[in-house]
């Protein structure tokens, strides 16, 4: 049961912001918008988190809409090294809920 | 900056025999994980694990498969008598907690390639 719904793929020019979608139209009060990317075959390494408010850190700027049924995930300057699979997770606050990993968003950067 | 730590990097096992892979998680983190990624596929949740004991499991997370934490500091998998449909990247993952509860987001490990043949 897919709680959250982003394009398979997408392209960015190297330099410019790459602005990734994600749909969580079911998400519940409690639930937190996660995001997490996996560089080829390595560990998923976690980005950003947030609940209804914009969120940034020094990777990454997190938009959540006021419904908070959809979100972006934006990087402002892409890198070559930004290519990825990129996930959207919704998740109860807490530590003992496990991450829900679904297809992603394959981002490329191009030179 | 603390991360968490997997060995080996790559096992490599004939089919029926018993893996144990391990993973040290960052040392002030309470909540341990267990997840496995098949090729080509989407990273799948096996196992978590707090205060000594599994706190939730996946149906992956048949009996073949066990966690401990035998001392301060390593959590293991073992997987019993492996098939050859376990060979999978094998991710621990863990995540803490401060006073604020702020901190709950998961941190992975770079993974255990296991290849049954």
């Known amino acids: 049961d897919a709680k959250t719904t982003q394009p398979p793929s997408m392209d960015c020019a190297e330099g410019r912001a790459a602005n990734l979608p994600c749909n969580h139209s079911?998400?519940?009060?409690?639930?937190?918008v996660y995001w997490y990317r996996q560089i080829h075959s390595q560990g998923p390494q976690y980005i950003i988190h947030?609940?209804?408010n914009n969120e940034t850190n020094e990777m990454a700027s997190l938009i959540i809409t006021e419904d908070r049924k959809s979100s972006t995930l934006i990087l402002p300057h892409a890198t070559l090294r930004d290519t990825a699979v990129y996930y959207c997770i919704v998740r109860p606050w807490g530590g003992n809920n496990d991450m829900r990993f679904g297809a992603g968003t394959r981002l490329t950067v191009k030179p | 900056e603390p991360e968490v730590t997997q060995t080996p990097s790559h096992q490599v096992t004939q089919m029926g025999q018993e893996v144990i892979l391990r993973c040290v998680p960052i040392s002030n983190h309470l909540y341990f994980y267990w997840y496995r990624q098949i090729l080509g596929q989407k990273v799948e949740f096996l196992v978590s694990?707090?205060?000594?004991?599994?706190?939730?499991k996946s149906e992956i997370f048949d009996d073949q498969f066990s966690v401990e934490r035998p001392d301060g500091s390593n959590f293991t998998l073992k997987i019993r008598s492996t098939k050859l449909e376990d060979s999978a990247m094998y991710f621990c993952?863990?995540?803490?907690?401060?006073?604020?509860?702020?901190?709950?987001?998961?941190?992975f490990g770079p993974g255990t390639r296991l290849t049954v043949t």
């Open positions: 694990f707090y205060n000594n004991e599994i706190s939730e």
């Open positions: 947030g609940l209804k």
């Open positions: 993952a863990s995540s803490g907690v401060s006073g604020t509860g702020k901190y709950y987001e998961q941190y």
């Open positions: 079911t998400i519940s009060g409690n639930e937190y």
